[in-house]
């Protein structure tokens, strides 16, 4: 098939994870829930959102990469990922940019 | 094992190489293909061949076509004369919004890609099937039971919503079966999501050796494209319309201003999906018309690498601009400013479509046949609904035009004049592949002549009437609008019988029609290689791919574009 | 364009290849190629929700607050981690199945399933705490149980807006919930397959696709905790 012969990522998917990195990754999963609830208690003013989302993307970065070893796998895998998140972050911004405009631009409470 | 040496010239079609050979026309016994490799319901109900699935939606995509096409004439009816004398308001608006939702959701989106998508994407790249085959027929499984839904909630009494059920309307006011209707929709969008996973998958792992991108046919990479919509935009709009029907039975306050839900959310959800399903629609039918112009003009598509990537541009770019559909709901006008600049962008890849089409047309050697002649139609009657676009993505303009027949006649020309015109071409062009039978050349130049001026005699007068102010959703108007409804149901009942010819004549043919031979245009492509109808296995042996697509042995054939 | 080749390979088939597939690489590739594009299409799925609610949080901070402050860390805490478990559970069965060692397949699926149902088990008793505090959108809606940051009863507005909240608390993990009813019995299947040597060192996709699909509802459920349950008031 042609994505073998031209991809030399194709193969590497069948790279065993050693069981070591696996406990690894989990006890870093669980190091940030515990740190996420700890900040959550912490008045970090408007950052307390920020800061929990950064910690889940981490936690999500380490999920998407080593228990479901996209670290490992063929570069279409990133792409197609990569455009979900794309768009969806996307839809958020657009819709999220409606309601701002109305919020901060004081054109008006959003649906009227 | 070799598949067919010696019936086809390799490399075929070089300028002094050996013409194609004859073949026979009428083979005594016909040899064991997949439609008469096995007989009975059971065996077409859970096949698991994508021919054969293909022939199962074109089946239930013809009947829904039918249903929808019977609301569009009762509204034509109506429209005939001023007043509102033989469907009252409310009928009428169960009318447009039954013939809405049936168009768009069980006709228009599946058309392309579930038929003819599903029967040559995998022959285009030389593969035995689809990468899931039993997950295929799942999805027409699951489109039968969405259509159910929705079948009962119009012989219940139908939907009165619009397509776009629009809320707090749909959710808090309207007591027709907006639930059913929702959850008809809910469960067809994964018939699209699983139908669209399907063709990227075997896209990107089942192509024949030697097939690379740019060696892929114009059509598998149109459905590329149109997948990526499919999977990345339908979800949107499930979970979107699911939220209306747990609105509308539970009353959540989720779009309800009274307890704080925004209905302006409801429409940038649902326009986030129902933008880019609009290029659901019609990049498939680009697609049909890439391979249509170079078939029928004997040439290779001028700026083959343009034309494949403004497919996935335009794909990208229509997620980007569903405000456009927002512009007087109250959504913040400087966010409608980006949407209407990022709505211009898209004309570029569409353009650059049109302008390669009619490039490819130059000293070619044309032949007007049938599928030329739709291909032809879809090129003039898009441009013409590409241009009216750009009016109504102008801001202030769309003030003016906004909810009125002028979306009506653009939004035709796109859909019908375009989407429908590229699938009845693609059904000429490949209908000899598709039942191995001949259709009548002459009856089919007159249905693609009829279908060309009875559509525009149905939605060419629209412009007018929406330009002179005439609002969209209404089953009476002014009588100074009369002459032009007339003229649009005259055209309508015209262009009814464009498509009633098409139903007969490929009826006839089945049966009494001449036997096709493996390549009757002396087209270029795989599934040219095989006989007509192709065995279940579609290739003897495994195909492998040597030169690029199209060399229709034309000089620009063997320049590297 | 093309030309016929000569003679097919000659390969062993491999039960588990079908007719359609060359060989069980390409298999497998399609498989997994698939089962992340379905989760591209999961991430748009729950993307329209968390639009919803990302606008009305903002909008309705207070309210979304007070809703957030009646749910129970301490019981969304130990779900993360039992969630947490569970991946682990599923990747070692990966890991198993890669190698070829069908008990240790067999007994960490199994584990997974009881670690997942224990976070269902959890979940039915926080709904029917909702329930018993009429806190389930609807007529029956009441926001008396909530209170503001300081004890006090929510103003009207806030009380009306709270409904929000648990509109979207129940859209968005009942459909979390849902994703892992329907990922149990597959995983139970699996479990069953292994035990009957179905799979292999040369053969485990189905595993491998349903860790998969396993590990993203654990993802999901990483953004949903910090989103519903840790909302800080505003001081």
């Keep these: 098939m042609p994505e073998h012969a031209a991809d030399p990522h194709a193969e590497p998917h069948d790279h065993v994870v050693p069981v070591g990195t696996y406990i690894l990754v989990f006890l870093a999963l669980m190091v940030g829930t515990a740190v996420t609830v700890a900040a959550s208690y912490v008045d970090l003013g408007i950052w307390n959102t920020p800061v929990a989302m950064l910690i889940a993307v981490t936690k999500a970065g380490l999920v998407v990469s080593f228990f479901m070893h996209l670290k490992y796998s063929p570069r279409l895998y990133w792409i197609w990922l990569g455009a979900a998140v794309f768009f969806l972050a996307h839809l958020l911004l657009g819709t999220g940019a409606d309601f701002l405009g109305h919020l901060f631009l004081n054109l008006g409470s959003p649906g009227t | ?189 994964f018939s699209s999501i699983l139908t669209g996973l399907n063709f990227i998958v075997t896209i990107h792992k089942m192509r024949a050796p030697g097939l690379t991108w740019w060696r892929l046919p114009l059509f598998v990479w149109a459905h590329y494209a149109t997948s990526l919509i499919m999977v990345l935009g339908t979800p949107v709009i499930a979970v979107t319309v699911g939220m209306v029907a747990l609105e509308s039975g539970l009353h959540l306050g989720i779009f309800d201003p009274a307890l704080g839900g925004d209905p302006i959310l409801f429409q940038h959800l649902f326009w986030f999906y129902s933008h880019p399903a609009v290029y659901i629609m019609i990049l498939p039918a680009m697609g049909v018309v890439s391979e249509l112009v170079q078939g029928m003009s004997r040439k290779r598509i001028f700026g083959y690498s343009f034309v494949a990537i403004s497919s996935l541009a335009i794909a990208m770019l229509g997620f980007l601009v569903w405000g456009h559909h927002m512009f007087v709901s109250g959504q913040s006008t400087y966010l409608g400013l980006v949407f209407s600049g990022i709505s211009f962008l898209v004309a570029i890849p569409s353009a650059v479509k049109v302008f390669n089409w009619t490039a490819t047309l130059y000293k070619g050697s044309i032949s007007l046949d049938t599928p030329m002649l739709y291909a032809l139609g879809f090129i003039g009657l898009f441009t013409i609904g590409g241009l009216t676009g750009l009016f109504l993505a102008s801001l202030g303009l769309d003030v003016h035009l906004t909810d009125t027949y002028f979306i009506v006649a653009h939004f035709h020309y796109i859909m019908v004049g375009g989407a429908i015109m590229g699938y009845l071409g693609g059904l000429h062009y490949w209908w000899p592949k598709i039942t191995g039978r001949l259709y009548p050349e002459t009856w089919g130049r007159v249905s693609a002549i009829i279908v060309f001026f009875g559509f525009n005699l149905t939605f060419g007068p629209q412009f007018i009437l929406g330009y002179l102010g005439m609002p969209r959703r209404y089953h009476y108007y002014p009588p100074e609008f009369q002459i032009l409804h007339v003229m649009s149901s005259a055209g309508a ?69 | 364009m093309s030309s016929p080749s000569e003679t097919p390979p000659v390969v062993a088939h491999h039960p588990a290849l079908r007719h359609h597939f060359d060989t069980m690489a390409t298999q497998k590739d399609s498989s997994l190629l698939g089962m992340w594009v379905f989760i591209a299409q999961e991430i748009m799925f729950f993307g329209g929700m968390l639009a919803a609610y990302a606008i009305y949080r903002n909008l309705y901070y207070d309210a979304f607050a007070a809703g957030s402050h009646h749910l129970d860390v301490k019981l969304g805490t130990i779900n993360t981690a039992v969630l947490i478990c569970s991946s682990l559970t599923m990747a070692l069965g990966v890991h198993a199945a890669a190698l070829g060692k069908r008990k240790a397949t067999v007994l960490f699926l199994l584990l997974t399933i009881a670690l997942g149902s224990v976070f269902l088990g959890i979940k039915v008793v926080e709904y029917a705490d909702k329930f018993h505090h009429d806190l389930v959108p609807g007529p029956r809606y009441s926001a008396e149980s909530l209170h503001g940051p300081h004890g006090e009863p929510l103003t009207a507005d806030v009380a009306l807006h709270s409904q929000l909240f648990f509109a979207l608390y129940f859209g968005l993990t009942g459909l979390h919930a849902l994703h892992m009813i329907i990922g149990v019995p597959i995983i139970a299947i699996m479990a069953w397959k292994a035990g009957h040597g179905r799979f292999g060192p040369a053969y485990y996709t189905p595993v491998e696709i349903t860790g998969l699909y396993w590990h993203f509802v654990d993802i999901v459920w990483i953004f949903l905790f910090p989103l519903l349950y840790l909302i800080p008031h505003h001081a």
């Design chain 2, 493 to 561: 009942s015209i262009l009814a019988l464009g498509y009633l010819l098409p139903l007969v004549y490929f009826t006839w043919s089945m049966r009494y029609g001449p036997r096709a031979s493996a390549n009757p245009w002396d087209a270029r492509g795989l599934e040219w290689e095989i006989p007509s109808p192709p065995p279940t296995e579609n290739f003897v042996g495994q195909p492998v791919v040597t030169d690029r697509t199209y060399e229709y042995g034309s000089e620009e054939g063997t320049t590297v574009v």
């Design chain 2, 1 to 189: 094992m070799s598949t067919h040496a010696g019936e086809v010239p390799e490399p075929y079609g070089r300028p002094g190489g050996p013409p194609p050979p004859e073949r026979p026309t009428l083979p005594v016994r016909e040899p064991v293909n997949y439609l008469n490799v096995s007989y009975g319901t059971k065996s077409w109900l859970l096949t698991v061949d994508h021919k054969r699935i293909a022939l199962l939606y074109m089946f239930s995509i013809t009947v829904m076509f039918a249903i929808g096409g019977i609301f569009a004439t009762l509204i034509r009816l109506e429209l005939l004369t001023p007043p509102g004398d033989m469907v009252q308001s409310e009928t009428y608006n169960k009318l447009f919004t039954m013939h809405g939702v049936v168009m768009v959701f069980f006709f228009l989106i599946p058309s392309i890609p579930a038929t003819l998508g599903n029967f040559l994407i995998p022959i285009m790249i030389g593969a035995k099937d689809l990468a899931f085959p039993r997950l295929n027929l799942l999805s027409w499984y699951i489109y039968i039971v969405g259509a159910v839904f929705t079948m009962y909630a119009m012989i219940s009494g139908g939907v009165d919503t619009g397509w776009t059920f629009y809320v707090p309307y749909s959710t808090h006011y309207s007591n027709t079966h907006v639930i059913a209707t929702g959850l008809g929709i809910f469960i067809n969008g």
